[in-house]
């Protein structure tokens, strides 16, 4: 089973500030890897996939990069929406897996 | 308007069973894979189980593996979860979503999601 970890658990931040989030794959996951975005009381919401695509409609501060074992998703200005919880998703192989996620609040 | 309803949910004993759906309307559910995810309270995302639009192979979890089934009836647009031998460990919100593609293994859209509580 290919383990995602994310770091940091917790990132405390101000409207405004860049955020930098990252997960680590316990194997190469080539670029099968996605970003969700989930806020309190609501399904997750998908966000990047394979990488660095951007799905339709999600802002361009939103970006992903990464490749193999490293991945990061930047929010380049943040919004007083963005602050939730961001899973990063392998489709690499079978079992498909979630890393155990990063919180991103308010400072 | 792509729309996920699951339904099914509920408090059950240990050893029982239930049966989850997932109501679909707004897009081709028959050329869609269709997956379960849940998330147990207060804890981060778990795939559970997939139904492949592709020759409709199915794939789980292994904590799942041996006591849920996946099923799509293309006729009514409705996924299913049909869950048995539950355990204290499967309490959890279960949510039905749907592929980004034809089997992308990305979950695109996504229900509300049903509460399943596994207690005596």
């Known amino acids: 089973e290919i383990v995602l970890t994310q770091s940091p658990a917790t990132l405390s931040l101000s409207p405004g500030d860049r955020a930098s989030l990252s997960c680590r794959a316990s194997q190469s996951v080539d670029t099968y890897l996605a970003w969700y975005q989930q806020r309190p009381g609501q399904a997750p919401r998908l966000l990047i996939y394979?990488?660095?695509e951007r799905v339709p409609g999600i802002p361009p501060r939103f970006s992903g990069s990464g490749f193999g074992t490293d991945f990061t998703l930047t929010i380049s200005s943040l919004e007083p929406e963005d602050f939730a919880v961001y899973y990063c998703q392998q489709r690499r192989d079978w079992p498909l897996t979630f890393g155990g996620g990063s919180r991103v609040e308010t400072k | 308007e792509v729309q996920l309803v699951e339904s099914g949910g509920g408090l059950v004993q240990p050893g029982g069973s239930l049966r989850l759906s997932c109501a679909t309307s707004g897009f081709r559910f028959d050329i869609y894979t269709m997956h379960w995810v849940r998330q147990a309270p207060g804890k981060g995302l778990e795939w559970v189980s997939t139904?492949?639009?592709?020759?409709?192979?199915?794939y789980y979890a292994d904590s799942v593996k041996g006591r849920f089934i996946i099923s799509r009836d293309t006729s009514k647009n409705s996924l299913f979860l049909e869950m048995s031998s539950l355990r204290a460990e499967d309490t959890a919100l279960y949510y039905c979503a749907r592929d980004l593609s034809g089997g992308d293994n990305y979950f695109d859209s996504w229900g509300q999601g049903t509460l399943v509580t596994v207690s005596s």
């Open positions: 394979s990488s660095s």
């Open positions: 139904f492949s639009s592709a020759g409709g192979s199915t």
